[in-house]
């Protein structure tokens, strides 16, 4: 229970502090699109940034984590990222 909860609590403060200076960013340096889609791409993004830190330290917990272990969560993650791109613009 303990440990859930930190992971928990861990997963939902990198998604709020990564959407945050995600959105920052893009606010500062792309100012070519509307508000409210910067922060929708800043919270997905965020979400996988996110998932995929806790997947790696889940991993590491278990001594599991390798380096293709952590190459394919990426990939993973990546193909996953250019789905959402590209099923939004169908």
């Known amino acids: 229970m303990g440990f859930s ?3 928990v609590s861990l ?3 990198l998604v709020g502090t990564s959407a ?3 959105f920052l960013f893009r606010f500062i340096a792309l100012r070519k699109e509307l ?4 922060v929708i791409i800043a919270f997905r993004q965020s979400f996988l940034f996110s998932g995929a830190i806790i997947a790696a330290l889940l991993l590491q917990s ?3 984590l390798t ?15 250019f789905f959402l791109i590209s099923y939004k613009r169908v």
Request: glycine share 6%; charged share 5%; proline share 0%.
């Open 5 to 7: 909860l930190f992971y």
């Open 11 to 13: 997963f939902l403060s």
């Open 20 to 22: 945050i200076i995600g």
């Open 35 to 38: 508000v409210f889609r910067q």
């Open 62 to 64: 278990q001594g599991m």
């Open 67 to 81: 380096w293709y272990n952590a190459f394919f969560l990426i990939a993973a993650l990546t193909v996953l990222e």
